[in-house]
């Protein structure tokens, strides 16, 4: 890492989370002169009151914010006016106490489930515009686009240059493994564990395997958020993908081979297949800030299989919380 961040105060938000403790063990490498990553419980970010206070105590020449309530499509079905009012109020607020405190560097990361649920594939950040959310996904997804539009007036009436990014699904070594609030990955690794342990012949998956997703490695996605961070200034909103979309057919199948299932798969139709293609255009990642990700899927998925393995308790006990994606 360059010298950029030493003698630099920073605070990550949802820095406890999956994503925040990948950033600040990044962050950690580069000596910065504080690291502040403080948990909802010191700070509720839904209080205009808590996020002033937050500032004035940390005063950081740098914010990145990825504190968020999030979930897989069971959490979004079952709480989506919490999804979208909880990240509505944390984005507004930080967004607006960094203008008030003239913070030189801000970083806001959105998710592409703001994107719209039909639109050309990969997704260019171009077409956020041009239709709505996947259903399950609307709440939660319009309520951190909103996020970019605040950035964007802010920037044309205020001058402030806070900077948005879109990381694709992520996965990786410390994600959520509690049902209330797993995404797919960790959700069949779980399934397929729970089943070879139970002597089960087959698991139960959502859908119809049809749809498609990508998926970012955490640690990557870390090292795209510190280079833009870095090197972007700019107002337009920045995938971060790993030019990679796989079947969810095929991601099931990869996960039982990995975690040693060999019984049946029984596809539940009655239940969503969520957003019918989801994979992220990276070029302006790369063009803006020299950004591409690294891991390959197969190692990353081994690697999160053997953490999980080696940290169950851990991770099944995180459900719901204000931590980032």
């Not at 050309?120 to 709505?132: A, C, Q, R």
């Not at 090292?223 to 909103?237: F, S, V």
Request: glycine share 8%.
């Amino acid at each position: 890492m360059s010298g950029f961040w030493a003698g630099k105060r920073v605070l990550v938000t949802g820095g406890t989370g999956f994503l925040g403790q990948a950033v600040c063990r990044l962050l950690n490498q580069a000596e910065p002169a504080l690291l502040a990553a403080p948990s909802s419980a010191d700070y509720d970010l839904r209080s205009t009151t808590d996020t002033q206070r937050l500032l004035a105590d940390i005063q950081p020449d740098a914010v990145i914010h990825l504190a968020a309530r999030v979930g897989g499509i069971g959490a979004n079905q079952e709480r989506p006016a919490d999804l979208y009012l909880h990240n509505l109020l944390m984005g507004t607020n930080v967004i607006e106490q960094c203008r008030l405190a003239q913070t030189d560097r801000l970083v806001v990361v959105g998710t592409i489930c703001s994107y719209p649920k039909y639109t050309k594939v990969p997704f260019s950040e171009d077409s956020l515009w041009t239709g709505y959310p996947e259903e399950t996904n609307a709440p939660y997804g319009v309520a951190k686009l909103a996020q970019l539009v605040q950035l964007q007036a802010n920037r044309e009436q205020y001058g402030q240059q806070g900077i948005y990014l879109m990381p694709t699904n992520l996965y990786g070594p410390g994600d959520k493994f509690h049902p209330s609030a797993s995404h797919v990955i960790p959700a069949l690794i779980k399934k397929c564990v729970d089943a070879i342990e139970a002597g089960q012949d087959s698991i139960e998956v959502w859908g119809t395997g049809t749809a498609s997703r990508e998926f970012l490695y955490v640690d990557d996605a870390a090292k795209g958020i510190l280079l833009a961070a870095e090197h972007y200034r700019g107002a337009e909103p920045v995938n971060l993908g790993a030019n990679q979309e796989i079947a969810v057919k095929e991601l099931v199948e990869d996960v039982a081979e990995v975690t040693g299932f060999t019984g049946r798969i029984e596809w539940n139709s009655s239940r969503p297949d969520g957003q019918p293609r989801r994979c992220v255009d990276p070029s302006r990642a790369k063009r803006l800030f020299g950004f591409e990700a690294s891991t390959p899927f197969a190692e990353g998925l081994r690697r999160t299989y053997e953490w999980y393995l080696a940290n169950r308790q851990e991770a099944e006990s995180r459900g719901l919380s204000n931590t980032a994606r």
